[in-house]
């Protein structure tokens, strides 16, 4: 709504914008394994966190003409898609890593639930 009535972000546009978060989320599958080659995984998941809550933040910083709001929300996005999915990926895997076989089904339900 934010976008929509304060921004004047058309609906068109507000498509594409979110078409680029999962842009976004494709690169990071692309990425996650490339950057545990070079970084530590605690590093990877910190750092993606912090991209992926950090992005929203860029949402506030845009103002003035539509062609300056619209390539700092296409950031944000974006960034957001890939951070996300990076430290999705990482954190299940470790999350399931270090759980026994036999106790998967109900940390997998705990999780969810809480």
Known sequence: MYLTRELKIEPTMLGVIMATSSIGAIVGTLLANKLIKYFKVGKVIVWSMVIA???PL??????GPQSIIIPIILISFFLGGIGVVVSNIHVISMRQTVTPDYMLGKMNA?????
């Open 53 to 55: 809550c950090g992005a």
């Open 58 to 63: 860029l949402v506030p910083l845009a103002s």
């Open 110 to 114: 705990s999780y969810r639930f809480f």
